[in-house]
């Protein structure tokens, strides 16, 4: 141990002792006029902005008062369900469609959608030596860290980073789609290999495969995988691929889009924002929470026994203690979450397929009472509903994706829209985001050191 790292570990706890006393901010202060998470007393947001891209509707208002309503999802005006639907009738692929529709604001036609998806492929390589200097050579045991500082160092194999004109900020929108994929799954592959002593197996994507069947490939041994689970996969990154302005990632890109600075902090900085286990580490908290429902639950068909167990839970006296019930509950969606609505209906089928038609209809189970029990809590009368974490982690796990991939996944998805927001700041923006924060301290004089205690 060196000297430094001796010094801080015996003094640090002395150091801090209150530090977090000297942090504390009092409940009192948090008033009408101080709106704490940019959201108002009634529970809807604090408008900092206008969007065209994405539209998150969970309720109307009337007379002044929220009214609940089915959740509605819009991507461009079209409703996500629909593009969802529509290709799983089709049997077709459809997240480049949705990239294409967030970026440039229309449904392709047949041509467009064969250049974009060119443009993809001729996008997706990364730079030569990429991969040995900033994934190999520098490993990182959590992925999204990793994933950060790759999009940073692409800033350096560009030719003109910082160039904002609606051409370049397309090209390099266009260019982070279709990589992130690949950085991602080249940056679990050397992670398991450092960090788990696993063996090391990097593939090379196919110009011709969607997003969804090219992932599959990229991270699993034998590059094989069926058409059922591309296309749920699929599913997946259409309705994670963008969720409105104001989510903590989009808002993060935004903030930091409205400074000037340029594309590859602005999307690292929404990475960063995902990987927060109250944003985009949600499913994975949902699974946790499961695997402890399974071990202290015998009868998973007996509601009262679930309901026993549920109400320790809120009660924090099980699982982490958060008092939580993971996946349940929404910011803005109240009756239905469009995103849960349209996974829980296909997934069943899979579920089915391999054997796990069980462990679904037990979420189900926990779902409906789990619901019951916090409205019983609640004071305003309003419904609450599954999220769209509630079920996507089981979905992952039948597609027999690792656990800690499932956040990468989300960022995989989403930096479609994180793109489209970030052009839509950087073109139409004009001013530079900068809230009011109310200080609360009492004014000091400044004491001599040897004059303090």
């Not at 294409?100 to 030596?129: I, S, T, V």
């Not at 004109?165 to 050397?190: D, F, K």
Request: one cysteine or more; aromatic letters at 8%; hydrophobic letters at 40%.
């Amino acid at each position: 141990m060196s000297e430094e790292k001796y010094i801080i570990d015996k003094y640090m706890p002395a150091l801090c002792a209150d530090a977090a006393e000297r942090y504390a901010i009092p409940a009192s202060v948090f008033t009408s006029a101080v709106h704490r998470g940019l959201r108002n007393e009634d529970g809807t947001g604090v408008l900092v902005g206008a969007t065209r891209i994405g539209s998150v509707r969970g309720y109307y208002m009337e007379d002044g008062e929220r009214v609940p309503m089915n959740g509605q999802l819009l991507y461009r005006g079209i409703k996500v369900s629909d593009l969802v639907e529509n290709h799983w009738q089709t049997g077709t692929f459809g997240y480049e469609e949705v990239a294409y529709l967030l970026l440039l604001g229309k449904l392709p036609n047949r041509r467009e959608m064969e250049l974009f998806r060119a443009m993809m492929a001729e996008a997706r390589p990364l730079p030569a030596g990429f991969f040995d200097d900033m994934i190999l050579k520098n490993p990182s045991p959590n992925v999204m860290n990793g994933l950060a500082r790759s999009i940073l160092a692409l800033y350096t194999y560009d030719d003109d980073p910082d160039d904002r004109s609606v051409e370049n900020l397309m090209a390099q929108s266009i260019s982070l789609i279709a990589r992130l994929p690949v950085i991602v799954a080249q940056t679990y592959q050397v992670k398991r290999h450092v960090y788990d002593g696993k063996s090391l197996y990097i593939h090379r994507p196919k110009d011709e495969l969607s997003l969804a069947e090219n992932f599959l490939r990229l991270i699993r041994k034998d590059k094989k995988y069926t058409d059922a689970e591309a296309k749920l996969l699929d599913l997946m990154l259409i309705l994670h691929a963008e969720h409105g302005a104001g989510n903590n990632s989009a808002f993060t890109c935004r903030a930091m889009s409205s400074s000037g600075t340029d594309t590859y902090s602005a999307i690292a900085g929404a990475v960063g924002s995902l990987k927060g286990p109250l944003h985009g580490g949600a499913n994975a908290k949902v699974m946790e929470m499961f695997r402890y429902l399974d071990e202290v639950i015998a009868n998973k068909e007996n509601d009262d026994e679930v309901r026993d167990v549920l109400v320790k839970l809120l009660a924090g006296e099980g699982g982490d203690g958060s008092g939580k019930i993971y996946g349940l509950g929404h910011a803005v969606y109240t009756m239905s979450d469009p995103r849960a609505v349209a996974i829980k209906k296909h997934a069943r089928s899979m579920a089915e397929s391999t054997g796990r038609l069980k462990e679904f209809e037990f979420m189900e189970r926990v779902e409906r009472i789990g619901l019951e029990l916090l409205m019983e809590r609640r004071k305003d009368g309003f419904p609450m509903c599954a999220n769209v974490d509630f079920y996507s982690g089981f979905v992952y796990s039948m597609l027999n994706i690792p656990e800690e991939l499932f956040t990468p996944l989300f960022a995989t998805a989403r930096i479609a829209g994180w793109c489209a927001h970030r052009m839509e700041e950087a073109l139409t923006g004009g001013r530079i985001m900068r809230p009011a924060y109310r200080a609360v301290m009492e004014k000091r004089g400044y004491v001599p050191i040897d004059e303090r205690e």
